[in-house]
């Protein structure tokens, strides 16, 4: 069986800094069906490394039709901004972000990875022999 391929792609995104003031910067996004129930997205800032988020497939695709998430993840779309952007809610003990993503970037990206795995179907993507053998050598 041929392993299915990873599905990346490259958003420009608004950092929020006031109501008037936003700094352009790039999000990259990374499915992995290995890996079928996160999307790990990567941030690039004048840092050496990106900093890098994993989020819920389901969170990410939740969020573009309501208010989604809650503690350090929250996503929802722009109220009066139609279907063109959301609000993605970043917080850590260093701070928070809010960033300004544009729903289509989102979207496209959402029906590419559940093309390659269909939600609902994510479990039957997993290698739980290698799971079970990586909770064990933890424990």
């Given at each position: 069986?041929?392993?299915l391929?990873?599905v990346?792609?490259?958003?420009a995104?608004q950092?929020?800094?006031?109501?008037?003031?936003s700094?352009?910067?790039?999000m990259?996004?990374?499915y992995?069906?290995t890996?079928?129930?996160v999307?790990?997205?990567?941030?690039?800032?004048?840092?050496?490394e990106?900093?890098?988020w994993?989020?819920?497939r389901?969170l990410?695709?939740?969020?573009l039709?309501g208010s989604?998430?809650?503690g350090?993840?929250?996503?929802w779309?722009?109220v009066g901004?139609?279907?063109?952007?959301m609000y993605?809610?970043?917080?850590s003990?260093?701070?928070?972000?809010?960033?300004?993503?544009p729903?289509?970037?989102v979207?496209?990206f959402?029906?590419n990875?559940e093309?390659?795995?269909p939600?609902g179907?994510?479990s039957g993507?997993?290698?739980?022999?290698v799971?079970?053998a990586?909770l064990?050598?933890?424990?």
């Open positions: 069986m041929e392993p391929k990873t990346m792609q490259g958003v995104v950092l929020v800094i006031s109501r008037t003031s700094l352009s910067m790039c990259s996004l990374r992995e069906p890996d079928p129930y999307v790990r997205a990567a941030f690039f800032t004048d840092a050496d990106p900093v890098e994993v989020l819920g389901d990410l695709a939740d969020g039709r989604a998430g809650c350090d993840v929250r996503i779309p722009a901004r139609g279907d063109q952007a993605i809610v970043l917080g003990p260093a701070g928070t972000a809010l960033l300004e993503v729903v289509q970037d979207r496209t959402l029906e990875t093309a390659l795995v939600r179907t994510e993507h997993i290698d739980w022999n799971e079970l990586n064990f050598a933890k424990g």
